[in-house]
């Protein structure tokens, strides 16, 4: 069997769905296929464990992508044709301490700062001049975030012309503890901002990364942070109506194992069943640099295949609980914090500590004090479980490659880690017990790469490691970082492992748009019809 499409899409993780639905209301003839059972990748929201508790497998809270224009003039029409809404948090991020004293960052700033100065003025006054250069360097930052990036010459040089620019390329080359430390005098406000930036799974001493930094206050303080209504997959829904309703197909169960590639250019994808799928106009897929090789073969010249496998993913990766609860999770530190969209707790008291602990995960050890986040969605969506009942969301960082026994033991020992993180978050609730808990499900990163081993390779759900030398046009390598694949005309590539990173961006417009220039068609005029 075979079928002819103007394109086809390998992967219906959101990105590749983003790019396929733009260039379906370019009136593309597109179809995606998905390995999986069920479109969305990363975010996707499925009754795990019992009827009527529904988890985000991946990504839960959506933030980078509230900047992109696909969200912010619904150039898709994923809110007004498609049914995409979100809920928008006054708390946006929020810490529980040791003693359950607690931090609360608001998404008004003069709130976030009043919270700050509850342990130091100067922090709280250091934290306001951050956040509102924060949202004045955000226009300039964002217009870069979800369209083709400059070269890397260029960026750096246009950088370097302004006094903003240069202390962002300052920031960039940096670390995050560099920057904070030493801007702010109290450990729990240091504490505090840190484990917000390492939620990108980047370590907070590891250089080329201090960007975040100031890239967050800006985000959370102008467009606060969301989740769909009804979870994270309610993104992958809208994209789904917005693909079909523009006459596009989505086939599940389909898995792709080669690209073909005849004379030099990508007419197509060969599928498990040997099933081959063209695309007169070329080819679009979420390949990760490490796995070039597997669907290109002998297509891409050595070099370049060599410096994609040389691609560093990110140090640590993520172990998720996710629990079914009669009752709804109530916290001993109040009712406040239960509205953080995101919420971090401390099992230790220093930034020493801290450190200590994150070091763990580069030697690939767990550390004894679990690096924990995550919390009962139902506070902010009660929709995602049955009336009274909640749903907790339990995020532990943790290695890859475990020293004793590699990636492979996690089989062994995931549920024994799950129980003891579980003991952990019972300092923080009093309603983690036996009987109030009806159903886990638990996924180790080895747990994670099986779920999309084209995109999450070696646990990594960003793809790629947020270095310097991994960002912008240089993100994966400087090959593959124009969303093309030297030697190989009409593969665009698609995925978190691409610019601008991992998340949900909607960086699949970024695709579409190189697509749409080589194709000859005016992006502009055709998200306006």
Same mark, same amino acid.
């Given at each position: 069997?075979?079928?002819?499409?103007?394109?086809?899409?390998?992967?219906?993780?959101?990105?590749?769905?983003?790019?396929?639905?733009? =260039?379906?209301?370019?009136? $593309?003839?597109?179809?995606? %296929?998905?390995?999986?059972?069920?479109?969305?990748?990363?975010?996707?929201?499925?009754?795990?464990?019992?009827?009527?508790?529904?988890?985000? +497998?991946?990504?839960?809270?959506?933030?980078?992508?509230?900047?992109?224009?696909?969200?912010?003039?619904?150039?898709?029409?994923?809110?007004?044709?498609?049914?995409?809404?979100?809920?928008?948090?006054?708390?946006?991020?929020?810490?529980?301490?040791?003693?359950? @004293?607690?931090?609360?960052?608001?998404?008004?700033?003069?709130?976030?700062?009043?919270?700050?100065? $509850?342990?130091?003025?100067?922090?709280?006054?250091?934290?306001?001049?951050?956040?509102?250069?924060?949202?004045?360097?955000?226009?300039?930052?964002?217009?870069?975030?979800?369209?083709?990036?400059?070269?890397?010459?260029?960026?750096?040089?246009?950088?370097?012309?302004?006094?903003?620019?240069?202390?962002? +390329?300052?920031?960039? @080359?940096?670390?995050?503890?560099?920057?904070?430390?030493?801007?702010?005098?109290?450990?729990?406000?240091?504490?505090?901002?840190?484990? +917000?930036?390492?939620?990108?799974?980047?370590?907070?001493?590891?250089?080329?990364?201090?960007?975040?930094?100031?890239?967050?206050?800006?985000?959370?303080?102008?467009?606060?942070?969301?989740?769909?209504?009804?979870?994270?997959?309610? =993104?992958?829904?809208?994209?789904?109506?917005?693909?079909?309703?523009?006459?596009?197909?989505?086939?599940?169960?389909?898995?792709?194992?080669?690209?073909?590639?005849?004379?030099?250019?990508?007419?197509?994808?060969?599928?498990?069943?040997?099933?081959?799928?063209?695309?007169?106009? &070329?080819?679009?897929?979420?390949?990760?640099?490490?796995?070039?090789?597997?669907?290109?073969?002998?297509?891409?010249?050595? $070099? %370049?295949?060599?410096?994609?496998?040389?691609?560093?993913?990110?140090?640590?990766? =993520?172990?998720?609980?996710?629990?079914?609860?009669?009752?709804?999770?109530?916290?001993?530190?109040?009712?406040?914090?239960?509205?953080?969209?995101?919420?971090?707790?401390?099992?230790?008291?220093?930034?020493?500590?801290?450190?200590?602990?994150?070091?763990?995960?580069?030697?690939?050890?767990?550390?004894?004090?679990?690096?924990?986040?995550?919390?009962?969605?139902?506070?902010?969506?009660?929709?995602?479980?049955?009336?009274?009942? &909640?749903?907790?969301?339990?995020?532990?960082?943790?290695?890859?490659?475990?020293?004793? &026994?590699?990636?492979?033991?996690?089989?062994?020992?995931?549920?024994?880690?799950?129980?003891?993180?579980?003991?952990?978050?019972?300092?923080?609730?009093?309603?983690?017990?036996?009987?109030?808990?009806?159903?886990?499900?638990?996924?180790?990163?080895?747990?994670?790469?099986?779920? @999309?081993?084209? @995109?999450?390779?070696?646990?990594?759900?960003?793809?790629?490691?947020?270095?310097?030398?991994?960002?912008?046009?240089?993100?994966?390598?400087?090959?593959?970082?124009?969303?093309?694949?030297?030697?190989?005309?009409?593969?665009?590539?698609?995925?978190?492992?691409?610019?601008? &990173?991992?998340? %949900?961006?909607?960086?699949?417009?970024?695709?579409?748009?190189?697509?749409?220039?080589?194709?000859?068609?005016?992006?502009?005029?055709?998200?306006?019809?």
């Amino acid at each position: 069997m075979s079928g002819t499409y103007d394109v086809v899409v390998m992967g219906a993780g959101h990105n590749g769905l983003v790019a396929a639905a733009y =260039l379906a209301k370019a009136g $593309k003839k597109v179809l995606v %296929v998905e390995r999986q059972a069920w479109p969305g990748g990363g975010v996707v929201t499925r009754e795990l464990n019992t009827p009527g508790y529904r988890h985000d +497998l991946h990504s839960s809270v959506h933030i980078m992508i509230q900047g992109n224009p696909m969200i912010t003039e619904d150039e898709l029409g994923l809110f007004s044709k498609f049914g995409l809404k979100y809920n928008y948090s006054d708390v946006p991020y929020a810490s529980i301490f040791n003693d359950q @004293s607690f931090l609360i960052t608001y998404k008004d700033l003069d709130r976030a700062c009043a919270e700050i100065a $509850k342990f130091s003025a100067k922090d709280a006054d250091t934290y306001r001049a951050f956040a509102v250069r924060s949202m004045a360097m955000l226009p300039m930052f964002v217009s870069g975030l979800y369209a083709p990036p400059l070269p890397m010459g260029a960026f750096i040089a246009m950088l370097d012309q302004s006094e903003e620019g240069r202390e962002m +390329l300052d920031a960039m @080359s940096r670390s995050s503890v560099d920057i904070i430390d030493s801007a702010f005098e109290h450990p729990r406000v240091k504490m505090h901002l840190l484990k +917000l930036v390492t939620e990108n799974l980047q370590m907070p001493d590891e250089l080329g990364t201090g960007m975040g930094i100031y890239l967050m206050p800006g985000i959370i303080h102008t467009y606060g942070v969301s989740q769909p209504v009804g979870g994270s997959g309610g =993104l992958t829904d809208a994209l789904v109506r917005c693909v079909e309703h523009y006459g596009g197909e989505i086939r599940l169960n389909a898995e792709v194992t080669k690209v073909i590639v005849s004379g030099g250019k990508a007419t197509g994808l060969q599928l498990a069943d040997g099933e081959i799928v063209s695309g007169r106009d &070329g080819v679009i897929a979420a390949i990760h640099p490490h796995r070039l090789r597997t669907f290109l073969g002998a297509n891409v010249e050595d $070099k %370049v295949v060599k410096r994609a496998e040389r691609v560093n993913t990110s140090t640590f990766s =993520l172990f998720v609980s996710h629990y079914d609860l009669k009752k709804q999770a109530t916290f001993y530190a109040g009712p406040e914090v239960a509205t953080a969209t995101m919420l971090e707790y401390y099992t230790f008291d220093s930034l020493t500590e801290m450190l200590d602990d994150f070091d763990c995960l580069r030697r690939g050890r767990m550390p004894k004090r679990p690096l924990t986040g995550g919390s009962d969605e139902t506070h902010a969506d009660p929709s995602r479980a049955p009336p009274g009942a &909640g749903i907790w969301h339990a995020i532990t960082m943790a290695p890859y490659k475990l020293e004793d &026994g590699g990636a492979a033991r996690w089989d062994e020992i995931k549920e024994e880690v799950a129980d003891y993180n579980l003991g952990f978050y019972r300092r923080f609730t009093p309603s983690l017990t036996d009987d109030n808990i009806i159903a886990r499900t638990t996924w180790s990163p080895l747990d994670m790469e099986r779920s @999309s081993p084209n @995109s999450f390779v070696n646990g990594d759900m960003h793809g790629a490691a947020p270095f310097m030398y991994q960002t912008m046009a240089h993100r994966p390598t400087p090959d593959l970082g124009n969303f093309t694949v030297p030697g190989v005309d009409g593969l665009y590539l698609v995925g978190p492992f691409m610019h601008p &990173g991992g998340g %949900v961006y909607g960086a699949g417009r970024a695709t579409a748009i190189k697509m749409f220039d080589d194709l000859g068609i005016d992006f502009d005029r055709a998200v306006r019809a």
